[in-house]
């Protein structure tokens, strides 16, 4: 297992200022037409009670009303997605009730798009791991040794549509070898 967001949160912030994680995952912060929030407003800007495993979580508060929602983390380890036999991206994702029903999807280098099976995982009120097969990505052409960016949006990356809004958790973003 690789990890690209810990609980603990060591992969993505490095040497960042303790629990910035819009550092790490810039935002839709000043950026009219995406509508993403990463973080809390005020420290702790990492979620440290509603968590799926270790001390913290990201929230990620998403505003579809100007079409699109997606926080990006550049990469600088792990970048090579085929190390060790790496096959699957695991993401523990969480929602709400309340949530406007989008579509939740990642994207890699930017462009290449896999979206939940579930057009209500963003309603999703408990703990669930989403598993992609990163052949799924290959097969849009991105070079998984060298993956640079992984983006958590909500909407339609390549069509935005007025949406609506909500928050969602992740935690314990993972590269496994096999489906875990």
Do not use: C
Request: cysteine-free; glycine content about 10%; overall charge negative.
């Amino acid at each position: 297992m690789t990890s690209i967001l810990t609980a603990r949160g060591q992969a993505t912030f490095g040497a960042l200022r303790p629990n910035r994680i819009f550092e790490a995952w810039p935002d839709g912060y000043e950026i009219p037409t995406n509508g993403a929030l990463v973080g809390n407003e005020l420290p702790p800007y990492a979620e440290q009670r509603v968590v799926h495993s270790g001390i913290q979580s990201m929230p990620y508060f998403y505003d579809n009303s100007v079409g699109n929602s997606e926080a990006t983390h550049t990469l600088t380890y792990p970048r090579d997605w085929t190390e060790n036999g790496v096959t699957t991206l695991s993401i523990w994702f969480r929602g709400g009730p309340d949530n406007a029903a989008e579509t939740l999807y990642v994207a890699l280098n930017g462009s290449a798009i896999v979206s939940h099976d579930n057009p209500n995982a963003a309603q999703i009120n408990k703990w669930t791991e989403w598993t992609i097969d990163l052949q799924a990505f290959a097969d849009q052409g991105v070079n998984l040794a060298n993956v640079n960016t992984i983006a958590l949006g909500l909407g339609d990356k390549n069509n935005p549509q007025a949406g609506g809004s909500g928050k969602m958790y992740f935690d314990d973003i993972r590269l496994y070898p096999l489906a875990p």
